[in-house]
């Protein structure tokens, strides 16, 4: 875990992201209500609070809009930041001659390959598990994608999808091949692999969005649950992990809560972020 920040020596939260799968939403991916009212609470006390998930927009905004949120989002794990007031704060999409060999390289092994727009999904190769994708995320995907459209308007991210073990077979040689194009890999979820540009990660998109609103990093807080919010949970002020989370989040943030079935960011959020309460590792 990181270093503890004393209350007495903290300023006051102004800035929270948090996560989506895994963290705000439950098991049914939906937000939990506890976690969903203490959010509602936080903007009634004048902390702006910012969806930061490895999702696209239009994936995102129908959770804020059902929790009364604005539509500022950290998407794309970092690669994409939005600034409802504003519009585009950041944009670092991937080459796109190394977007259509991540794709090739989906299509050679029959693994779901999924490409992530500004503003839509596409499916790059379906296989068995787009159907669970889609259950999964209900919103914005769109079959098929062209060369040509993949030339003129590169992908923000792509993503290979498979079930865990199937996922693990192939991840070394995924991650060379993103070392040959200059690009870095990321597990954000068991059977999520992440292709992103270097820069790209919740943590600089956080920075970013706190740079661009005038916040201070210690006024930041951030909470998650995996391997994609790592960067963000160590940039924080002040950060948690879920108890649901895995070893990589718990360790980079300054405390765990409880589980995300459980309501674990409405304690933190009611413990930490509006109360200020003194904590220890």
């Not at 969903?36 to 696209?56: D, H, N």
């Not at 977007?99 to 190769?125: K, V």
């Amino acid at each position: 875990m990181n270093s503890p920040i004393a209350t007495k020596s903290r300023p006051p939260i102004r800035l929270l992201a948090v996560d989506l799968d895994g963290t705000l939403l439950a098991s049914d991916r939906r937000p939990h209500p506890r976690s969903a009212e203490a959010l509602r609470r936080c903007r009634r006390a004048g902390v702006k609070v910012v969806l930061a998930s490895g999702r696209v927009a239009l994936t995102m905004a129908p959770f804020a809009d059902e929790i009364g949120l604005e539509r500022t989002f950290v998407c794309c794990n970092g690669a994409h930041v939005l600034d409802s007031a504003f519009g585009e704060v950041l944009h670092t999409p991937l080459p796109a001659e190394a977007a259509l060999a991540i794709l090739d390289f989906g299509r050679r092994r029959a693994l779901q390959t999924n490409l992530y727009f500004r503003d839509r999904i596409a499916f790059g190769f379906r296989s068995a598990f787009g159907g669970v994708y889609l259950s999964r995320v209900r919103f914005g995907v769109v079959d098929g994608v062209t060369e040509e459209e993949i030339l003129r308007d590169p992908p923000t991210k792509m993503m290979l999808l498979a079930e865990p073990e199937e996922l693990a077979r192939h991840q070394q040689e995924a991650d060379d091949l993103a070392s040959r194009l200059g690009l870095r890999t990321v597990l954000s979820e068991p059977d999520y692999l992440e292709f992103l540009v270097p820069s790209a990660d919740k943590g600089s998109g956080l920075r970013a969005l706190s740079l661009h609103l005038g916040v201070a990093r210690e006024a930041c807080a951030a909470i998650g649950d995996y391997s994609n919010d790592v960067e963000m949970l160590r940039w924080a002020g002040l950060s948690a992990a879920m108890a649901n989370g895995n070893d990589e989040a718990k360790q980079a943030a300054d405390l765990v809560v409880s589980s995300n079935d459980e309501g674990g960011v409405a304690d933190f959020v009611e413990r930490f972020v509006l109360e200020g309460s003194p904590f220890s590792e």
